[in-house]
């Protein structure tokens, strides 16, 4: 007889076995025990704060490198250490930590750092409605009336579009240059940044006093991310599930690109799923490649999901013209257009558009000289048709398309 396909599902998940020992741990937010390859590094944050600890100011600091080099764990876990010694209160300390991903308004950020000095009401601090500037007043009076040496730490400070318009920049200097405003207590701000070229993108008064001081996280090497993701697996996993060639296997796609410890990570969290998925034994090199395979597709779909409609029929209109100049494509969009029955964007915008999805990556232009008649711009899909068909299939309004 063949098994009922959902009972099947449920009596593996309940009688087979599981290669997870602990899946939190495989999760960005788990803070390791051991931090390997980063001594350097954690020295320099820790001495950076240690005025702290002598009732003084510390400078300002700037933290970057690329994603998945431990800067945001390093900083954490310093936090933490000083936090913890200083618990009984024999000094007014006060580390605060927000995620300018999560809060890329200047306001919001500002609003999440109040609450963590305690302007926990509405009433002491409401999420809209005052203007910049008396949010900070708020924040410089808590700080006064406690007399509080305070650390802020602004991670991933690049998703802070604000810091470059006129009066973010303008709050944003202030808040660098807050300790002068206080008559009591202190404020050193650390920024965290993912992005290289940043600090070029800074208003050079900002950039002066926001890094004081500066830090630079390098790559992880393919050994040191194998080192890494030995750590990890002892605790996550049950013993010997890793096949030694898929670690390697995971460590050098993830470590010789842009030697990123998160992605390795991932990548073994995922890996894990599918083989436990398949009932495997062990997990081996081919879970890995898949693992792969699977996130690359998933930031695809995300990508392509978070486009407004035009975006999405001019995506469309690429895929049906693949390879065709700006006006092929524009009359094969105006077409999508009218299946939907959705009024046209005029050509000027539509080849905007067109430049706007190729920075994404999602779509390449390649220039043709046509002699006497000039040049023009030829689109290619450069994803699978099958993901963008299977990704818009959750937009009702293409339904008439795919
Ligand atoms: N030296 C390290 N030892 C152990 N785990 C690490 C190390 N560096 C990074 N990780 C892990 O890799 C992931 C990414 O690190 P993270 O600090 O978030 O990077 P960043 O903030 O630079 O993007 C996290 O899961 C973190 O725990
Ligand atoms: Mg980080």
Redesign the pocket.
């Known amino acids: 007889m063949v098994k009922d396909p959902i009972d099947k599902l449920l009596d593996d998940a309940t009688t087979g076995k599981s290669l997870f020992k602990n899946r939190e741990v495989l ?2 937010t ?3 025990d ?5 001594d350097e590094e954690q020295k320099k944050v820790t001495q950076s704060l240690i005025p702290l600890l002598k009732r003084a100011r510390p400078s300002n600091l700037l933290i970057y ?10 900083v954490k876990k310093v936090l933490n250490k000083i936090q913890e010694r200083v618990k009984d209160g024999s000094f007014p300390i006060q580390l605060l930590y927000a995620n300018a991903k999560e809060e890329t308004t200047l306001y919001g950020l500002l609003v999440k750092f109040g609450r963590q000095l305690g302007l926990t009401t509405q009433k002491e601090l409401p999420t809209t409605g005052l203007s910049i500037s008396e949010v900070f007043n708020r924040l410089m009076d808590a700080i006064e009336k406690n007399n509080l040496n305070t650390v802020f730490v602004v ?1 991933e400070i690049d998703y802070l579009a604000e810091l470059v318009s006129k009066t973010g920049k303008d709050v944003f200097y202030s808040l660098t240059r807050a300790n002068e405003r206080l008559k009591k207590g202190s404020l050193t701000l650390i920024g ?1 940044s ?1 992005d290289l070229t940043f600090k070029e993108r800074l208003d050079p008064r900002v950039l002066s006093s926001l890094s004081e001081e500066e830090i630079v ?1 390098t790559n ?1 090497t393919v050994n ?1 991310i194998k080192e ?1 993701l030995v ?2 697996i002892k605790e996550a996993f049950i013993p010997n599930v890793l096949d030694p060639a898929a670690l390697n296997l995971c460590a050098a796609m993830s470590g010789q690109e842009h030697g ?3 992605r ?2 991932d990548l073994l969290r995922v890996a894990g799923e599918i083989a436990e998925r398949e009932q495997s034994e062990s997990i081996k090199e081919d879970h890995i490649r898949r693992a792969s395979l699977k996130m690359e597709e998933d930031k695809e779909t995300t990508a392509l999901n978070s486009y407004p409609l035009h975006e999405k029929l001019l995506i469309l209109a690429v895929m049906k013209a693949n390879g065709n100049t700006t006006g092929e494509i524009y009359q094969s969009y105006k077409n999508l257009c009218k299946t939907t029955r959705q009024k046209e964007l005029t050509q000027r915008r539509i080849t905007q558009m067109l430049s706007e999805i190729e920075m994404t990556g999602l779509i390449s232009g390649k220039i043709i000289h046509q002699g006497m008649h000039g040049r023009t711009k030829k689109f290619a899909l450069t994803l699978n048709p099958e993901t963008v068909k299977k990704a818009f299939r959750e937009d009702l309004a293409l339904e008439d398309l795919l």
């Open positions: 999760h960005f788990y803070m390791p051991v931090v390997l390859h980063r490198g690329k994603p998945g080099t431990g800067k945001t764990l390093v991670d965290i993912n996280f992880y040191q890494i750590e990890r990123d410890a998160r390795a990570i």
